[in-house]
């Protein structure tokens, strides 16, 4: 993110993962209004498809998540 000017849209059903970079306290770092986080379940959510069509890469990652 440092070395280039790429966007990051992050789509999960939680952001505890990388609630770090999404605080305020981020601002101070040059990329930190480059990171979108949506909050969507990909299983039955629509929004999704909008999303991919807006992206020029996608990384799917499927992990369980800690209930």
């Known amino acids: 993110m440092a070395e280039t000017p790429h966007k990051v849209l992050a789509v999960d059903i939680c952001s505890n993962k990388i609630k770090h970079l999404l605080e305020p306290a981020e601002a101070s ?21 909008g999303l991919i069509k807006m992206a020029d890469l996608e990384v799917f990652g499927s992990l369980c998540h800690e209930t």
């Open 29 to 49: 770092v040059p990329w930190a209004d480059r990171i979108q986080f949506h909050r969507i379940n990909v299983k039955n959510d629509s929004t999704l498809e």
